[in-house]
């Protein structure tokens, strides 16, 4: 088989500059050795997140063009509409300014304190939406996915025994829906099975509790499908898509990762009353139930990039690039969950670092590693944005400290691979002198996006 190529070619360019070491050092030190303070100018490389950093074709700008900016009633909804009735079969879709706005709504007018929602892992948005108005957040991951060598073919499972169980213990009042997140970011970008999301929403009919889900990678999860699960090889990847959604009463999405726009978001449902709560809450949150917070011509955007992120074409060149990173660290012996995600690869720092202890932050040592040598810019997934204190101001670790390299879509080329590879490969050579890092200044809440650092340099 030849190499998989692109399948498109470079029309705009947009610079991107190395800057020396020095001037990476003062940088990092400026931002207090916290990647998230960084102008993103300083980074050669930047793998913060898969969200909203995607490049949009030429059919997506022109789209854009015909944007239509009124109010109400603009032609550039109804093609939102019906491009997305047509992968997901929804009756009630509304667009929103990006996903965490859709759960927001769905948390307000769907939930009550005291609520129990299980997801198979919830995103740290979605966690956060649910927490503030006094749900508790389950995470149901099935066991395959805690274990971060182990080799199986849909790590982002649902564990339905837990659910089951879950069901028994609080009662179906206490639970106003569940959730499966496809595919599953927290864990990894693992993808969910067919046959999961079938066995979760046959489980959940029998106590007739509703499924949402959060539709985030939906495209990705339906090429995971594709290739994996016995039975998909010959359905285009809009036929898996619908299937998946065929399940769902709901569903929450970003269109910043699948939707292939810089800015976006829906929420959708079958049921009228809910709708009739989302449109109130919409209106009084986001905009008119035709825009939601967006503007036409994003609207326009958006209904390209969703069936464009549904071509085989882009897909397999999307896997091709993340499989491409995997083997190259492969053959390096640098350690990252396995299998690789959809749109991630997810360091194992502590495997990485195995002389920084958890509480001086392994991942934070090797994501400014990352940046020092080579201007990479990755994100720490462990004791900082984790971790958690008790009742008596103990600080306890996360069990992971990985640093994810999120690949933004269509942006990237071979040669900045093969970089990234380099970059790697020397931070791995000169791993002993990687220091660990103190937080000099935290706040309560998402401490990892604003915490200030300071490197531990007298380790004995
Ligand atoms: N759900 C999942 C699974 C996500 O990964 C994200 C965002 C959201 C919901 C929220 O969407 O950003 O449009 O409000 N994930 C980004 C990331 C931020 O870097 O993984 P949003």
Known sequence: MKTIIEPFRIKVTEPLKVISAEERAAALKMAHYNVFYLNSEDCAIDLLTDSGTGAMSTKQWAAMMLGDESYAGSPSFRRFEQTIRNITGMKHIFPTHQGRAAEGILAMTRTHKGDVVPNNSHFDTTRANFEFVGVNALDLICDEGLDNAYVAPFKGNMNIAALEQTIQQYGKEKIPFAMITVTNNTSGGQPVSMQNIRETKALLEKHNIPLILDACRFAENAYFIKEREAGYKDKSLLEIAREIFSYADGATMSLKKDGLVNIGG???????????????????????????????????????????????????????????????????????????????????????????????????????????????????????????????????????????????????????????????????????????????????????????????????
Request: with cysteine; hydrophobic share 45%; glycine share 8%.
């Open 266 to 460: 829906f929420l959708v449902c079958n049921d009228d009353a809910w709708a009739e709560d989302f449109q109130n809450a919409l209106i009084m949150r986001e905009g008119f139930i035709t825009y939601g917070g967006l503007a036409g011509r994003d609207l326009e955007a958006a209904a390209v990039g969703l069936m464009e992120a549904l071509e085989y074409d882009y897909q397999q060149y999307r896997h091709a690039t993340v499989e491409y990173l995997a083997h190259a660290l492969d053959a390096r012996h640098i350690p990252y969950v396995k299998p690789v995600g959809g749109h991630a690869v997810f360091l194992d720092a502590k495997a990485f670092l195995p002389h920084i202890p958890p509480l001086q932050y392994p991942g934070i040592g090797l994501a400014n590693a990352l940046y020092l040598d080579g201007g990479i810019r990755s994100v720490e997934l462990g004791s900082v944005m984790f971790g958690h204190f008790d009742a008596a101001g103990v600080e306890h670790p996360s069990p992971l400290e990985l640093v994810r390299l999120a690949i933004p879509r269509r942006v990237y080329t071979q040669s900045h691979f093969d970089y990234i590879v380099e970059v790697l490969d020397a931070v791995l050579r000169g791993r002993d002198k990687i220091t660990g890092y103190r937080i000099t200044r935290q706040p309560k809440f998402l401490r990892h996006f604003t915490c200030h650092f300071e490197p531990i340099t007298n380790i004995t």
